[in-house]
């Protein structure tokens, strides 16, 4: 069964230093693992993807994540924290075998930048 | 504009009430979803649909009800017995399973902005 966890609910950083969110996962097969951000009263939009062909994903926003087959973890990192980048983000998994489409999410990770 | 449309944007509803959410898509994707977003508990699956008159249940569906009658849309109704209501509805859709050799397993979902379910 494929399950993911995000390590932290609540992160701080202040406006221009690094960010890091992390996200551990299980999954008996090859897994597709996707990073989304919410913001407030608004719908999920896709922010990267990961479909095996490099480990190393560049996303929206000056965003990217790793992913390390050995440590289960997908961490998405940005090297400069804006504004608005303050919303929720959530790492997700796709269901194996993957013809359903089926996605499960992580519980969510709040980011708050202070100026 | 090519996207996803659920409506209302807020709802309030009544005790005991049955309500509907609607879905629509213009994306032309085949698969169609419904979430429920509560604080601190991500999204959970409440029903999803693969193609035109079917639909399969998810994690929590008890109290829920849908409908694919067209591609373009999935409505979801809340009934009465759906004990616990008040929540974030997401709709969200993907290309699909019909799309010949492709492997779903990289395919990302498209969401609309939500319905916020109060229950008064």
């Known amino acids: 069964a494929q399950s993911v966890t995000q390590l932290d609910s609540h992160v701080s950083v202040s406006e221009g230093t690094p960010v890091l969110l992390r996200c551990n996962y299980s999954?008996?097969?090859?897994?597709?693992l996707f990073w989304y951000v919410q913001h407030p009263n608004k719908g999920l939009q896709l922010l990267l993807k990961?479909?095996?062909?490099?480990?190393l994903v560049k996303g929206i926003n000056g965003f990217e994540a790793e992913f390390k087959k050995s440590e289960t973890s997908f961490h998405l990192t940005k090297p400069s924290a804006h504004m608005s980048d303050a919303a929720e983000y959530f790492c997700?998994?796709?269901?194996?075998?993957?013809?359903?489409?089926?996605?499960?999410f992580g519980q969510g990770t709040t980011l708050q930048v202070k100026p | 504009d090519g996207g996803i449309t659920q409506s209302p944007k807020y709802l309030f509803r009544k005790e005991g009430q049955n309500v509907t959410l609607s879905c629509e898509q213009n994306?032309?994707?085949?698969?169609m979803y419904w979430y429920r977003q509560d604080p601190g508990q991500g999204l959970r699956l409440i029903y999803y649909s693969q193609i035109v008159n079917d639909f399969q249940k998810g994690d929590i569906a008890e109290g829920y009800s849908v409908s694919r009658e067209k591609k373009e849309s999935f409505p979801l109704t809340v009934t009465s017995a759906q004990k616990n209501p008040t929540a974030f509805y997401l709709c969200a859709t993907a290309i699909g399973a019909l799309v010949p050799h492709r492997d779903l397993g990289n395919t990302e979902a498209f969401f609309g902005q939500g319905t916020r379910l109060t229950v008064v």
């Open positions: 997700v998994v796709s269901v194996a075998p993957s013809n359903t489409g089926k996605l499960i």
């Open positions: 999954s008996s097969y090859s897994p597709s």
């Open positions: 990961y479909t095996s062909a490099a480990t």
């Open positions: 994306l032309n994707h085949d698969a």
